[in-house]
């Protein structure tokens, strides 16, 4: 069986692969949002151009 520390190091590992991979997922979201909102301000300044 495998001992205390080694059980602690897998959940360690575990943890910061899973923290690591969140904030991935969160760094691609905000990208996406920042594209859509540039997206968004280039219609706005189209609309009023045509006005």
Same mark, same amino acid.
């Given at each position: #069986?495998? $001992?205390?520390?080694?059980? #602690?190091?897998?959940?360690?590992?575990?943890?910061?692969?899973?923290?690591?991979?969140?904030?991935?997922?969160?760094?691609?979201?905000?990208?996406?949002? $920042?594209?859509? $909102?540039?997206?968004?301000?280039?219609v706005?300044?189209?609309?009023?151009?045509?006005?």
């Open positions: #069986m495998a $001992d205390i520390n080694t059980i #602690m190091l897998y959940v360690l590992v575990g943890a910061v692969f899973g923290v690591v991979y969140g904030l991935r997922r969160i760094y691609i979201v905000e990208r996406k949002i $920042d594209e859509l $909102d540039k997206r968004i301000a280039n706005l300044i189209r609309f009023r151009k045509k006005k």
